[in-house]
């Protein structure tokens, strides 16, 4: 057996999901000694009942519809921001991964994020790198370029890095972006990847 998505021996290959389920699995990183700390109360104020959520030593999982996904992602980092800490969060957003069943009973939910109203007053600078993967899609290369462009109409100072987009901005136009360049993709690829890092007070010199 291969992975999960795609390996031709297993039952449920070359049949996407039809549901509405959204996916984003992530690792963060405070560079910190007090990272246990930050972490576990980040957490603890970030609210998951939109949400089906999964913790184990690698990452973590939220699944169910996009905005409540992107909220309890956005809501966790900015919970957990210092301005005296450099941060990361690393991981990917998905939809259509053929077998991706668990979690459809939070698909009914709807109104607003619940971490939006705790968090939308916080802000802080950023930077951001994105790459996304158009699966099964011939024309993918159209699809990367229009969220290039809506990286550059959102104010986000898009530039081509190798693998990836790298953006800039406050943590919420960031998080926005994210949301809506997902919201795209799913309109030209029935399964996609975005993969996404953002860092805040990172210590290391530009040129």
Request: overall charge negative; glycine content about 8%.
């Amino acid at each position: 057996m291969v992975n999960q998505c795609g390996a031709s021996d297993l039952p449920w290959h070359g049949r996407g999901t039809e549901l509405d389920i959204w996916g984003c699995r992530f690792s963060f990183y405070p560079m910190n000694d007090s990272f246990v700390s930050i972490i576990t109360e980040a957490l603890e104020k970030t609210r998951t009942d939109a949400v089906w959520s999964s913790i184990d030593a690698l990452s973590t999982v939220y699944r169910g519809r996009l905005p409540f996904v992107v909220d309890a992602a956005r809501g966790l980092f900015v919970n957990a921001y210092c301005s005296d800490v450099h941060m990361v969060i690393e991981g990917q957003f998905s939809k259509g991964c053929p077998g991706d069943t668990d979690g459809d009973s939070y698909l009914a939910l709807d109104g607003e994020p619940p971490n939006l109203p705790r968090v939308r007053d916080v802000h802080f600078p950023a930077i951001a790198k994105i790459a996304l993967y158009p699966l099964g899609t011939e024309n993918y290369i159209d699809g990367i370029a229009h969220v290039f462009r809506m990286a550059e109409d959102a104010g986000l100072n898009p530039k081509i890095i190798h693998y990836a987009t790298r953006i800039e901005g406050d943590i919420h136009e960031i998080f926005d972006y994210l949301e809506a360049a997902c919201g795209y993709a799913a309109t030209v690829a029935s399964h996609f990847a975005l993969t996404f890092t953002v860092s805040v007070n990172s210590p290391s010199l530009e040129v």
